[in-house]
């Protein structure tokens, strides 16, 4: 069923919606969903699969609906009959903004026609360094090259942020061109190589200067050591 948005989600997310049952393919070992109170659930346990009850879900109108919040829809082992179909679910309700997030967005470029007119796409570039053994998703690299060529709306989150190298990681978002960007840190403990306070302020600041809008997570104070952008127009409305 549709939800309400809670929590650490995104603040400009009203809701979101699940369709896609199984465990997601790239298996990040920071996954949010290992976090909810008795671990993971059973829905996003086992293979993938598609819930069929939920494609007769009544979206009505004048949400931002965040779909697949807890997998990925786009990852490569996501079939395509499966992806048509929740795509399709969405096309019906027209008067919403659909938010997909991926972190194969090669594979937005299959779909992009079939997508809903309102709809905004992410996904997640948490550093532009290469490291092993904390996900099985595509590079930061590809993911940013394959951001690079959608023409669309589109936004980038970084989180849970990682060491980076702050003059390549603020040349690949400016050639992306997104919207806004989304920064957050690990909140849940998982010991990621994390970039000093002073790296991430000067992040801040370059993307800024690129005219991009920043949206601070929470989660970012840790890191900041408890200091607040406060000058950034997202918080006003937060």
Same mark, same amino acid.
């Given at each position: 069923?549709?939800?309400?948005? #809670? ?6 997310? /009203? ?6 049952? $199984?465990?997601? *393919?790239?298996? !990040?070992?920071? !996954?949010?969903?290992? &976090? ?10 086992? *293979?993938?699969?598609? =819930? ?11 949400? /931002?609906?965040?779909?697949?919040? !807890? ?17 399709? &679910? !969405? ?5 919403? =903004?659909? #938010?997909?997030? /991926? ?9 992009? +026609? ?8 992410? /996904? =997640?570039?948490? =550093?532009?360094?290469?490291?092993? $053994? ?17 023409q669309a709306r589109k936004f980038i989150t970084i989180e849970p942020i990682m060491n980076f190298d702050v ?22 403990? &998982? ?23 920043? +949206?601070?997570?929470?989660?970012? &104070? +840790? ?11 997202? +918080?006003?409305?937060?």
């Open positions: 069923m549709i939800k309400k948005s #809670v929590g650490n989600m995104y603040p400009w997310v /009203t809701h979101t919606h699940c369709h896609l049952g $199984g465990e997601c *393919p790239h298996k !990040c070992v920071y !996954c949010y969903v290992d &976090h909810f109170p008795f671990g993971r659930p059973a829905k996003y346990q086992g *293979p993938l699969r598609i =819930t069929e009850k939920e494609l007769s879900v009544k979206y009505g109108s004048g949400k /931002t609906i965040f779909i697949e919040n !807890c997998n990925d829809l786009f990852a490569e082992a996501v079939p395509y009959e499966f992806i048509s179909k929740i795509i399709s &679910h !969405c096309c019906e309700h027209p008067m919403n =903004t659909y #938010v997909f997030q /991926t972190k194969n967005p090669k594979r937005f470029e299959c779909f992009i +026609r079939d997508l809903p007119g309102e709809r905004i796409l992410g /996904t =997640t570039i948490e =550093t532009n360094r290469h490291y092993l $053994g904390w996900s099985s998703a595509p590079d930061p690299i590809e993911r940013a090259r394959a951001m690079n060529m959608i003059d390549i990681l603020t040349s690949w978002i400016d050639l992306i061109r997104p919207e806004f960007v989304n920064i957050g840190a690990d909140s849940k403990g &998982h010991n990621l190589p994390e970039p000093s306070a002073d790296k991430v302020s000067s992040l801040i600041k370059n993307l800024k200067g690129c005219g991009i809008e920043i +949206r601070e997570k929470h989660n970012l &104070h +840790r890191l900041l050591g408890g200091h607040v952008h406060d000058d950034l127009p997202w +918080r006003a409305n937060a």
